[in-house]
Structures are given as C-alpha cells and as structure tokens.
C-alpha cells in the first residue's frame, strides 16, 4: 500500500471523512513516552470521531467516557 502526505489544510476534511467511518468503532490509546514507557490511556471504547484543531495544531481523539 502507497503512502500518500497530506499537507495540513486538508487535515479538517480527512479527519472528518474518516470520523465518519470510524463512529462507533472501539479503539484503544496507548502513549509511548521515553521518560514512562508505553501507557495505555483507553482501553477499546467506542470512538466519536478525529478533529484535527488548527490554532493548538494537535489532533484530538474522541472516545465514549
């Protein structure tokens, strides 16, 4: 399968299109971190949606709980 980059101003419609068809999917959230190893934030809950937030340039992840 072939990468593809896409640059920023596209982020808000990927992230949209891809909340749509992931809505209801579970997904589990690990962080890995050099100074506290891999930690597991959410363990496959049921997920909302993907919003990527310009102003903060972070993507934010949005589960049930």
């Known amino acids: ?3 593809v980059k896409l ?3 596209a982020w ?3 992230f949209d299109n891809v ?3 992931l ?3 579970c997904a ?3 962080v890995d971190s050099l100074a506290m190893g891999s930690q597991i934030e959410a363990e496959w809950v049921p997920m909302f949606g993907l919003v990527y937030e310009p102003r903060s340039d972070t993507i934010e992840v949005l589960l049930e709980g």
């Open 19 to 21: 909340s749509k068809v």
């Open 23 to 25: 809505n209801g999917k």
């Open 12 to 14: 808000h419609a990927y």
């Open 7 to 9: 640059e920023k101003p």
């Open 28 to 30: 589990e959230i690990e």
């Open 1 to 3: 399968m072939a990468s």
